[in-house]
């Protein structure tokens, strides 16, 4: 059976490959079910499940988190912290080109956000008013990934955080099974400027850094994607600690027409599929002939990967859309509002003006979304689940926050004051409007 579904016309594509279903609802798979029994002693939903374990870490501290990290990442008991002398075993363990491609991929992300931090908002003072600007004084990073290890996360999620100019910024991270932290996300975290690391993972590490622990520091706001439970946590912890963004699974729309090669379109869908059995890998083409040679392509492609078996489910999650002309594939891949949108179609940097929603557009075949992955500049931490009609990728400006300024003159108060008094009068708050006209009456 092949792997890519097509479906031809807008609203077959709307009823089936682009529709959506809420994951946080989704069921929990069995051996999930099963270890929550085991560790709670009745079965519970991913929500209360979370519950429980920030209430822990509120009452418990560091116990809790050492409990529920050890327990369900497996691992052995170790320091909290990760000391000095593991940073540098780590470099020392990494082999020295890679150590270069992560030197790259840090230099390479700093410089994007360097610009963008030019072309970020700025402090004013016009007329008695304005604005400041000024990063968080605290960060936390979740630096997700416990099978696979991922340090571009963390280099993407940190140094923007560096770059706005975070005073301190904290990571927690899964411990391996001997209790060490993986040397491939110490040497990036160290590259990417995160001053302290701690063996933390799941809800249990967004918990510690929301509340502080004795060993874990509070923090102003946690960043970073991570598990369904690592999202719930930020849902619920929201309003005691900042967060960024709610992340789900990786999604990527490639947007085709004739001219497309369909080896590619294939290859750019697998690099996501890869990632996740619930990723969102879909085609949206205007050519029925070019569906039928992707989904030939995934089929021969897919023999050629390692993570087959998890690429193959999340292709059968998306599928193949054949619209009727590139109007129609523009006006669906804008409701569908993509994390990533990779143009494969004849003048691709013509369409992007005409594209409305998305985390990230990739332009033309040199520009692959597995660049952005890596080493292109802007973040690859993206909007998913459809909320790039609303957000952007993570970006210096989540590091920052604007203060309002309002410093009038006597002249000022005389001029808006009287306004101001009648406004509040009109409400019936009559102490606000004493506080004007006092000063007016010549205090």
Request: proline fraction near 6%; include cysteine.
């Amino acid at each position: 059976m092949v792997a890519l579904r097509i479906v031809v016309g807008a609203d077959a594509g709307r009823a089936s490959v682009l529709k959506r279903e809420p994951l946080i609802d989704a069921p929990l798979p069995e051996a999930i079910q099963r270890s929550i029994t085991e560790t709670f002693g009745e079965p519970l939903t991913a929500s209360q499940v979370v519950a429980r374990i920030l209430d822990d870490v509120r009452r418990e501290g560091d116990a809790a988190v050492r409990r529920y990290s050890q327990r369900f990442d497996g691992s052995a008991d170790a320091p909290m912290e990760v000391t000095d002398a593991e940073f540098e075993a780590a470099e020392r363990d990494v082999a020295p080109e890679l150590l270069d491609a992560v030197r790259l991929m840090a230099d390479r992300i700093r410089a994007f956000h360097t610009l963008q931090r030019a072309h970020a908002p700025q402090p004013f003072l016009e007329g008695g008013l304005g604005m400041e600007v000024r990063p968080i004084g605290r960060a936390g990073i979740y630096m997700t990934g416990n099978v696979a290890v991922l340090p571009s996360s963390v280099i993407h999620t940190a140094v923007p955080a560096v770059v706005a100019g975070v005073t301190e910024v904290i990571g927690v991270t899964a411990a391996r099974p001997d209790g060490s932290v993986h040397p491939l996300k110490l040497v990036a975290a160290r590259l990417a400027g995160v001053q302290r690391v701690f063996r933390a993972s799941g809800a249990q590490a967004l918990a510690a850094l929301a509340f502080g622990t004795e060993s874990i520091p509070r923090v102003d706001k946690v960043f970073g994607p991570g598990n369904l439970f690592v999202t719930l946590a930020k849902q619920q912890l929201y309003g005691q600690v900042g967060i960024d963004a709610l992340y789900g699974p990786t999604e990527t729309v490639v947007l085709a027409d004739h001219s497309a090669a369909p080896d590619l379109c294939a290859a750019d869908l697998l690099a996501q599929a890869e990632h996740d059995v619930l990723a969102r890998p879909v085609l949206i083409t205007t050519s029925q002939r070019l569906a039928e040679a992707v989904a030939d392509e995934v089929e021969r492609q897919l023999e050629l990967i390692e993570r087959g078996a998890i690429a193959r489910a999340a292709i059968e999650r998306g599928g193949a859309v054949v619209a009727a002309n590139i109007d129609e594939a523009i006006e669906l891949a804008n409701e569908f509002a993509p994390e990533h949108l990779c143009l494969l179609v004849e003048n691709a940097a013509a369409l992007v003006p005409r594209i409305q929603n998305a985390g990230g557009i990739f332009v033309g075949e040199d520009s692959p979304e597995v660049l952005g992955d890596y080493v292109a500049g802007p973040s690859h931490v993206m909007p998913t689940g459809g909320s790039a009609r609303f957000a952007g990728p993570l970006s210096v400006m989540d590091f920052m926050k604007v203060t309002s300024t309002i410093a009038l003159t006597r002249d000022d108060l005389r001029a808006i004051g009287p306004a101001a008094a009648l406004l509040a009068r009109a409400e019936g708050l009559t102490a606000h409007a004493r506080s004007i006209e006092l000063r007016l009456e010549g205090h």
